[in-house]
């Protein structure tokens, strides 16, 4: 007799028959948000490549060139197709490299608001107790606050501890520092939630039978199970901290002028606008509200996804 070996498929071939991406191609809305968000994350990310003139390279820039209007205006410069900022720079390259500094610092602020909150509420839903009261009722007492407003006293401690120069100097880094901290309290009530659910399980009291300890049983038995929310929470996130990033700037508490963000060029456009230079604060903008909506609306798909009790079909 003879056996035959049947070979199990691979990890690709799993992923291309999964309800994951059936139920991605069935939905048009994820798809074009998806394909959106791709175009501004490789155009962020090859910046230097594609944009005409590098606005960090003050040797490219011309005073006489400033607040020139779209290239298909009257006046406009075929140079410069959505024309220029009050420093002359090019409002097409400001914005690639501005939204690779938004990417940037909104997927950084991300990762240390989920080592945060993930830390925080695991320790808190496992141990319990007076641990978590006192983690949980920290986390409300920051909540009770607006992020804006922790951000901005944030903001305001790291700018007088380290002065406005060094702050300057470490903008990307303050400002990760600054959304990380006023938003980590989302993410340990996400994950304290799943986790007073999951502890409750068979194998989460086999395993303290086994007598694994504490730190392994919540990191690599309950985390695990707890990854369907904080993928949710996580694309959520990443539009809050784009947003939170472009306020701080828009207020002059984010990044300086020779580091444009998407926030800093409407901050700098604004001053402008009623002067007819509508371009310096509009385009920013439209790219800014497009990249943030696309990115609410993956969250909104991904919600339904992993609830099949909403999720339609």
């Known amino acids: 007799m003879s056996s035959t070996t049947v070979a199990a498929p691979s990890r690709w071939e799993r992923f291309k028959q999964s309800d994951f991406l059936y139920y991605f191609r069935k939905d048009k809305v994820a798809m074009v948000s998806f394909a959106v968000f791709m175009v501004f994350a490789v155009s962020a990310l090859l910046a230097p490549v594609i944009a005409p003139t590098n606005p960090y390279d003050l040797s490219t820039i011309d005073i006489m060139d400033s607040e020139l209007p779209p290239s298909w205006m009257e006046d406009g410069d075929s140079r410069f197709l959505l024309g220029t900022d009050n420093q002359g720079r090019d409002i097409f390259s400001t914005i690639l490299y501005g939204s690779r500094l ?74 990760v520092v600054i959304i990380g901290i ?106 800014l509200v497009t990249l943030v909506l696309v990115i609410n609306l993956l969250g909104d798909w991904l919600r339904d996804v992993f609830n099949p009790k909403i999720y339609k079909g």
């Open 102 to 175: 938004s990417l940037t610092i909104g997927l950084l602020a991300v990762g240390l608001q989920l080592v945060l909150g993930v830390v925080i509420g695991l320790s808190a839903g496992y141990f319990g107790g007076r641990v978590d009261s006192f983690l949980m009722r920290f986390a409300d007492v920051q909540l009770s606050f607006s992020t804006m407003m922790v951000a901005i006293i944030v903001s305001a401690i790291f700018r007088t501890a380290l002065g406005s120069e060094l702050f300057a100097q470490y903008a990307v880094v303050m400002l």
């Open 182 to 287: 006023a938003e980590w309290p989302q993410y340990a009530r996400t994950v304290r939630a799943s986790v007073l659910a999951e502890k409750k399980k068979e194998y989460v009291e086999a395993a303290k039978v086994m007598g694994f300890k504490s730190p392994r049983i919540m990191f690599r038995h309950i985390l695990p199970n707890c990854l369907s929310p904080i993928l949710v929470i996580s694309t959520v996130q990443v539009a809050n901290a784009i947003m939170s990033e472009a306020a701080l700037s828009f207020l002059g508490l984010g990044l300086p002028v020779d580091q444009p963000s998407l926030g800093s060029l409407i901050s700098i456009g604004f001053n402008y606008i009623f002067s007819g230079s509508w371009w310096i604060t509009a385009f920013p903008g439209l790219v």
